[in-house]
């Protein structure tokens, strides 16, 4: 067995639970076949954590989180829990999570896979083999700039205020996860900002420029504004490889980029923190989909996007590279073959549940290895 890598997995709420066992499967058929154990712990978080123990998240927990080398999430929240205070809401969990890892850089693969391709809003040949990677600024920008407010004008007006700000070592540490990342795929990297009216949209661009021109003149760069990438991403999308852009415009294209392919319940992500002494990012993975309280419970949640989750945690967080194409392969595999949850139907496709989607990537999984 290789050394033993530390992973907190926090199912929560809703679909969560179901959509992790089947990612519990994979881990169990990687220790028997590919004689790679992790060290896991199980936790809780959300509402979950919440009926167990008054809070959506404890500190014993949020320490498992700092220690563990990676943290796998499911989802949280749940109407039950809509009229909880600000404070015990199972979101806090989550967002305690992301604030005390300091998880600046949000990864959002969008992949169309093969027979899924009808699932797009556009038309097939625009998104065939679509494989793009949208680097997000998480930490920063006009979602936490000072002052911030809404008051009232001595004319009786009322005025909202955010502000847009970055600082040059906020745009680096996020540039450089997307050079680094625009390495090992094609070696192309869209910076996207409004240089042309925000400030830090100038200081955006050239700090990315900078930092292009001293440590990776092998990554092709472009930058683009956020205007145009949106109608770029609609027109044209398998254009792009890598972007990176601010926590705002983030926002909007990845979801933009995530209806390209469809498919909420095919979506992984994942989130970097700064590296430590040897090097290593703070990371937590999680499907880009939420708990899904109208199907919880029923066996019929697609458990992809959380298995896709872990194949990043697997690529990003322990260079296990190979087994996260091993995993990618056999989804791919599995969905050609016509087997699909009932989120992902479509012609000639047998419906099956979350629990038999899981059997048979790991049946596929034991025919490749
Ligand atoms: P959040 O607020 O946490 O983002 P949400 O309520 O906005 O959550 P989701 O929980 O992601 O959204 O669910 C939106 C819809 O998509 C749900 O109605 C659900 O049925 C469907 N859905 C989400 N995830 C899956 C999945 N893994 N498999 C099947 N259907 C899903
Ligand atoms: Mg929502």
Sequence with gaps: MTANKSLLILPGDGIGPEVMRQVRRVIDWMAKRRSVS???TEG???????????????????????????????????????????????????????????????????????????ASALKPELVRDLDI??????????????PRG?????????RGVNTQVYTTNEIIRVAKVAFELARKRQSRLHSVEKANVMESGVLWR????????SDYTDVQLEHMYAD????????????????????????????????????????????????DASGRRKAMY?????????????????PLATILSFAMMLRYSFDMDEDADLIEKAVKTVLASGIRTGD??????????????????????????
């Design 44 to 118: 809780l978080v959300g509402g979950a954590a919440y009926e167990a123990h008054g809070t959506p998240l404890k500190d014993e927990t949020m320490a498992d989180a700092l220690s563990a080398d990676a943290v796998l999430l499911g989802a949280v929240g749940g109407p039950k829990w809509d009229q909880l205070p600000y404070d015990k809401r199972p979101e806090r969990g989550l967002l305690r999570l992301r604030k005390e890892m300091d998880l600046f850089a949000n990864l959002r693969p969008a992949v169309v896979y093969p027979g899924l391709v009808d």
């Design 150 to 158: 809404i008051t009232t004008l001595p004319d009786g007006q009322r």
């Design 38 to 40: 992790f060290d896991v």
């Design 344 to 369: 992902i139907m479509g012609p000639n496709t047998a419906r099956v549940s979350c629990s038999t989607m899981g059997e048979t990537l790991v049946r596929e999984l034991d025919k490749m290895a």
């Design 206 to 213: 050239e700090e990315v420029q900078k930092l292009h021109d």
């Design 228 to 275: 145009n990438c949106a109608m770029q991403l609609v027109r044209q999308p398998k254009q792009f490889d890598v972007i990176v852009t601010d926590n705002l415009f983030g926002d909007i294209l990845s979801d933009c980029a995530a209806m390209l392919t469809g498919s909420l319940g095919m979506l992984p992500s994942a989130s970097f923190g700064a590296p």
């Design 133 to 146: 990677l949208i680097v997000r600024e998480l930490t920063g920008g006009v979602y936490f700039g000072e």
């Design 286 to 302: 999680e499907p880009v989909h939420g708990s899904a309280p109208d199907i919880a419970g029923r066996d019929v949640a697609n």
